[in-house]
């Protein structure tokens, strides 16, 4: 079964850290793009970060520049989100998904595989 499971997540206090991560099973995470997607209650969903298959690429919504890290260990077929600096506005339902091909996009069109998504309150 093809399929991307993710683990990680919870309630934080505002200014602290969590990790979620994406482990992809049943196929490879070597040649693709992927994207981490959240979405908050009655919004969007909206494009977080992004990383190309080499992992030399990463690309950062403003909002989460300089506290969130996203970085992938192709050999354990796995993408990790590094979360700091938490704030209330982060609150949602985190997403990763596989891009169609080696290339970062916002837009949850371009992304076929997704994992089961990951809640993150931060709250104090």
């Known amino acids: 079964q093809l399929q991307l499971v993710q683990s990680g997540g919870g309630l934080v206090q505002p200014g602290g850290s969590l990790e979620v991560s994406c482990a992809a099973s049943g196929f490879t995470l070597d040649y693709y793009a992927i994207g981490w997607f959240r979405q908050a209650p009655g919004k969007e969903r909206e494009g977080v970060v992004c990383?190309?298959?080499?992992?030399?690429?990463?690309y950062y919504t403003d909002s989460v520049k300089g506290r969130f890290t996203i970085s992938r260990d192709n050999a354990k077929n796995t993408v990790y989100l590094q979360m700091n600096s938490l704030k209330p506005e982060d609150t949602a339902e985190y997403y990763c998904?596989?891009?169609?091909?080696?290339?970062?996009?916002?837009?949850?069109?371009?992304?076929?595989?997704w994992g089961q998504g990951t809640q993150v309150t931060v709250s104090a």
């Open positions: 998904a596989e891009s169609l091909w080696d290339r970062c996009s916002d837009s949850p069109d371009e992304y076929d595989y």
């Open positions: 990383i190309s298959a080499s992992g030399v690429k990463t």
